[in-house]
């Protein structure tokens, strides 16, 4: 499946060890900076929807503002039930002068 690069943040609005939700394309984006690294996942906590990037940061994890789960940032495992259902998928991510842009799956049309 091809995919295209689309900008969705800039740099300084994400400054190390925070996360924010994103919407874009029809789709949520939970964006965090880890120790300068830049990640994406997909925004939905798949235990009950609550949005990642709203929760906060426990070493490489991500922890949902709802119930605690808590998923792996650069590989989007869940850590309490790392069943392939439960993890969030991860999207690529590159910046392009400080202009955070994220690799998205392209729609069929």
């Given at each position: 499946m091809a995919s295209d690069f689309i900008p969705i943040a800039h740099l300084d609005d994400l400054p190390p060890g925070s996360c924010k939700s994103i919407e874009t394309n029809d789709l949520g984006i939970a964006l965090i900076n880890l120790d300068g690294q830049?990640?994406?996942?997909?925004?939905?906590?798949?235990?009950?929807?609550?949005?990642?990037?709203?929760?906060s940061i426990e070493g490489e994890y991500v922890v949902c503002p709802w119930h605690g789960w808590?998923?792996?940032i650069p590989t989007g495992v869940c850590q309490k039930n790392p069943t392939p259902s439960l993890n969030?998928?991860?999207y690529e991510v590159r910046i392009v002068?400080?202009?955070i842009q994220v690799s998205l799956p392209t729609q069929p049309s």
């Open positions: 830049i990640f994406a996942l997909d925004n939905t906590c798949p235990h009950a929807g609550g949005p990642l990037g709203e929760g808590k998923f792996h969030v998928p991860c002068e400080k202009s």
